[in-house]
């Protein structure tokens, strides 16, 4: 049995998946297997995988039936011998100790479900602002707390750059096929079940952007999937027997936030704002009051819904210097 099964599915990504095998086959981590989901390829993908099988058989080539990523994942996780199993695209680079050090990440913390690392987006002609600033937010979080603490703001982990173990992957049920992300998805479903999640504190992964990405693409990657799908994690847990709640921020975040959260039975009481133009009117209903008025929050869930770059940090302080605290009294959400 190989230490770790490195889970790859593959569409039509002839032009770089010889690449991003490669890039697995090189680690330094030698005890592998990479098992590759073809997934309905209309180009030579599957012809380029069998060609490279016949060289390392450490490559196991699964037909699949276009049925989409998580059916492809679940279908190669079937397939999978190792007791920890790592994620891959066929369009990404892996670096070549990135296995060495996520196995390393595993076994010095057994408490971890899931360890993903650093990465660097490529290529820069590609990598727009907004991918910049999740890049560098995500680098930070790089030990089981920062990621508890940030769950809720975007996805902690990227998905191909993580290794998860076997046993807390299949108690989870594998991935699940919806209107929804994959992959935050099962992360948050991981938090949910008390399982740890963190990234190694170096890039280990060459991490592709572009215009064909299925995160630009696919509406199951759209901000309101991500809103939608965060609320009713939060039904489940932090807003469990809640029936109301107070949103700080009244801009375009807080009231997606604030709609989905009506979809879940849960009202806004007020918001919270920074915003003098914004303090004193109604938003969705619900009075919008000065953030100096945040002790009014007692006792209710505080979300802190604001988007702006740079405004979680003071926020943060803020709310400290009131008095609340991360986690306790207040979630910050994105």
């Known amino acids: ?40 390829s209309s180009d030579c993908s599957a012809d380029l995988l069998r060609r490279l099988a016949e060289r390392d058989a450490r490559l196991v080539v699964v037909r699949g039936r276009g049925e989409g990523i998580a059916g492809a994942l679940n279908r190669g996780l079937a397939r999978c011998d190792a007791a920890v199993v790592a994620r891959m695209d066929a369009d990404d680079l892996a670096h070549p100790r990135r296995l060495e050090r996520q196995l390393a990440a ?11 690392t650093q990465v660097r987006a490529f290529p820069r002609a590609y990598v727009r602002d907004g991918m910049r600033r999740y890049v560098e937010w995500l680098n930070g979080l790089t030990t089981p707390e920062l990621v508890a603490r940030d769950l809720l703001v975007e996805a902690p982990l990227v998905h ?68 939608a799908l965060k609320c009713t994690h939060l039904r489940r847990t932090v807003l469990a027997g809640r029936d109301e709640v107070v949103l700080w921020g009244a801009g375009e975040t807080g ?16 918001f919270l704002d920074v915003d003098a133009r914004k303090v004193g009117r109604t938003v969705r209903g619900a009075p919008v009051l000065s953030y100096r008025e945040a002790p009014r929050a ?37």
């Open 106 to 116: 595993l076994t010095a913390l057994p408490r971890l479900c899931a360890v993903g």
């Open 160 to 227: 191909p750059a993580v290794a998860i173990r076997r046993d807390a992957l299949e108690r989870l049920c594998g991935w699940r096929d919806g209107p929804f992300p994959e992959d935050y998805d099962l992360w948050l479903r991981a938090s949910e079940a008390g399982a740890a999640l963190s990234n190694v504190a170096e890039p280990l992964l060459l991490w592709r952007e572009g215009p064909g990405r299925a995160t630009r693409q696919d509406p199951r990657y759209a901000f309101a999937r991500f809103v």
């Open 255 to 270: 009231r997606a936030f604030s709609d989905a959260l009506i979809q879940e039975g849960v009202r806004v009481a007020f």
């Open 298 to 334: 007692r006792g209710l869930p505080l979300l802190v819904a604001v988007g702006a770059p740079g405004a979680r940090p003071l926020i943060r302080a803020e709310l400290a210097k009131q008095g609340f605290a991360d986690l306790r009294d207040f979630w910050c959400v994105s």
């Open 1 to 40: 049995m190989p230490r770790v099964s490195v889970l790859m599915p593959v569409r039509d990504a002839a032009h770089t998946v010889r690449a991003a095998a490669r890039s697995i086959l090189w680690q330094t981590e030698r005890d592998l297997e990479l098992v590759a989901v073809d997934d309905g």
